[in-house]
């Protein structure tokens, strides 16, 4: 893969510059995001679309908040002869809604879809039918020869187009295409490699035949580029990152030599995506180094159960899994991020918690409680029939009931998931998690079960999911612990004031008011202006001694009671 020339900022036609004839255009989840995709079909307009056409195509990203009626307005102000659209789950509808403005009121532009919600099953997508053409799977390749078709035109061209998937050294590599305004405000996603040898039957990756790395020195060059030009964010999008060790442990190094810190404070944040059974020495003598905010890794468990593990094409040694988070948590300071996903075939609820109970016992910082989705084209839809599985057929495209788990249960795992969220994965409430999850006399207790009580509470109390207050969180949190769990009230009140003094809030939720008013002011934890729910969650390191402590205060409690 090779560099190509860094270009200017994107910017309105000009006196001086000439109105683009091509504009790649996405709309992104959050304006944070920034498209790597586009990117990579912007670097190698010229390389394979031919000299010149780089010059004529400019990068336009939304979000998805925006109106579609401007978002189009700004499309059309361009006066492009071809727009290409990036399509990916999150964004269909929203697009959709926009290709519908493009072609009502210019039908001579040419638009082109990919993106991979638009690689599979494309015959049965709207956004589909009122495209022009249609780039499956790769594009940095198909892209630009599509454009420089259609420019060149007339020439007859299919709708539905196959990309061509060449050697990963054909390609220019997109880094320059991240603008400065990028690097100061925005996440940067980079890529290692592309593919997945793994099969897991719900990821779009188990259509992958193996995995392609780039070129290590190349990319690395790249790296210290976007370095040098003062990026700090750095997110690998690579499904495997450690699937190769030596690769890994450059990669880590790299950053290791250039990390610094201010008033403890790192000046480097860089995520990966990890393979949950693989962690040799090389990587742990690495992963030791970083300092609290410096890293996160995102572990894919998505199930504890062999059985359903087997059925989905998932390999995984739950056992080397287990050590390897407990090294992670124990021994680093990496932020660690586990999956969990509700809803697969011939997974039940007893054996989902007990999953969910074995994975929150090994104490990583967030458990991101996913549901299963049916993405277009991944080989999951082959158990529709045998397990009953029924879909929402608009996206995302989540689970509504199987075989073993029925619709209201899947209701209720999705309030599950979304108060969860709210509650533990926030890292606002370390301590009152302590005492809504943690056994308070020494006897086991499911954590699973204790929340999905607190779940039910919560729905039948407010009937929302949505638009809560943290100081509204406090007292739901108290009325909880101390009405249906039934625990004193000044250990809950001690534990509530010390997570609301953590998180800087300056309101006074009911049930610490008078605690408050006698209280010095809230502090705010070090670092969480940079990394803020990070930050929180960097003192659960220690959760399982302040699960301890709490558990002695209770009892002492009830003693004195």
Excluded at 237 to 265: C, G, M, P, W, Y
Excluded at 515 to 522: F, G, I, R, V
Aim: net charge neutral; charged share 20%.
């Amino acid at each position: 893969m090779t560099r190509s020339p860094r270009p200017l900022s994107p910017l309105p036609a000009t006196a001086s510059a000439p109105p683009p004839r091509i504009v790649l255009a996405t709309l992104n989840a959050k304006y944070i995001h920034a498209s790597l995709g586009l990117r990579c079909l912007l670097a190698n307009m010229d390389r394979h679309g031919g000299d010149g056409l780089r010059a004529v195509t400019q990068l336009r990203e939304f979000v998805i908040q925006q109106r579609p009626t401007q978002i189009v307005e700004e499309l059309l102000a361009l006066n492009p002869q071809v727009i290409g659209l990036g399509i990916y789950i999150w964004n269909v509808v929203e697009t959709t809604q926009v290709l519908r403005l493009l072609k009502a009121l210019r039908p001579d532009i040419k638009v082109v879809l990919g993106g991979p919600e638009v690689s599979h099953e494309i015959e049965a997508q709207d956004i589909c039918r009122l495209a022009d053409h249609v780039i499956t799977g790769w594009g940095d390749v198909s892209f630009p020869k599509v454009c420089r078709a259609l420019l060149d035109g007339p020439q007859p061209l299919m709708k539905v187009i196959a990309g061509e998937q060449p050697p990963l050294d054909e390609l220019a590599f997109p880094y320059d295409e991240y603008t400065d305004a990028d690097i100061a405000k925005r996440l940067l996603y980079v890529e290692a490699s592309r593919g997945c040898p793994f099969k897991c039957e719900f990821c779009l990756s188990a259509l992958d035949k193996t995995a392609w790395a780039f070129e290590l020195d190349a990319f690395m060059a790249e790296m210290d580029a976007l370095y040098q030009r003062g990026a700090r964010n750095f997110k690998f999008v690579d499904r495997t990152f450690n699937l190769k060790v030596e690769h890994s442990v450059r990669i880590l190094q790299f950053f290791l030599d250039r990390l610094q810190t201010a008033n403890e404070v790192p000046n480097l944040f860089v995520h990966f995506e990890v393979v949950p059974d693989s962690l040799p020495d090389r990587l742990k003598e690495l992963i030791v180094q970083f300092p609290a905010g410096s890293l996160q890794f995102e572990v894919g468990i998505q199930s504890f159960n062999p059985e359903v593990q087997q059925r989905i094409s998932r390999k995984q040694d739950n056992l080397k899994t287990a050590d390897n988070l407990r090294w992670l948590v124990s021994q680093s300071q990496a932020h660690v991020h586990a999956d969990l996903i509700f809803g697969l075939p011939g997974e039940t609820l007893e054996s989902f918690a007990a999953g969910f109970d074995r994975l929150y016992a090994l104490a990583p910082h967030e458990i991101q409680f996913g549901i299963l989705k049916r993405l277009r084209g991944t080989p999951i839809a082959r158990h529709t029939q045998d397990f009953a599985m029924v879909y929402d057929p608009q996206t995302p495209y989540t689970i509504l009931q199987n075989s073993t788990i029925d619709f209201a249960t899947l209701q209720r795992i999705q309030r599950f998931a979304r108060y969860w969220d709210m509650i533990a994965n926030s890292g606002r409430f370390l301590r009152a998690r302590s005492l809504l999850l943690d056994g308070v006399d020494g006897s086991p207790v499911s954590a699973f079960s204790a929340f999905l009580n607190f779940s039910d509470w919560l729905w039948q109390s407010t009937g929302k999911t949505h638009e809560f207050a943290l100081e509204k969180l406090v007292d739901l949190l108290f009325e909880h612990l101390t009405g249906p769990r039934g625990m004193a009230e000044d250990t809950v009140r001690q534990a509530l004031l010390a997570d609301y003094q953590a998180s800087g809030a300056r309101a006074k939720p009911k049930c610490l008011a008078e605690l408050l008013q006698a209280a010095s002011p809230p502090l705010t934890p070090a670092g969480q202006a940079r990394a803020q729910r990070q930050s929180r969650h960097v003192s659960q390191n220690i959760h399982q001694s302040v699960a301890g402590q709490l558990r002695s205060e209770i009892q002492q409690a009830a003693a004195a009671a």
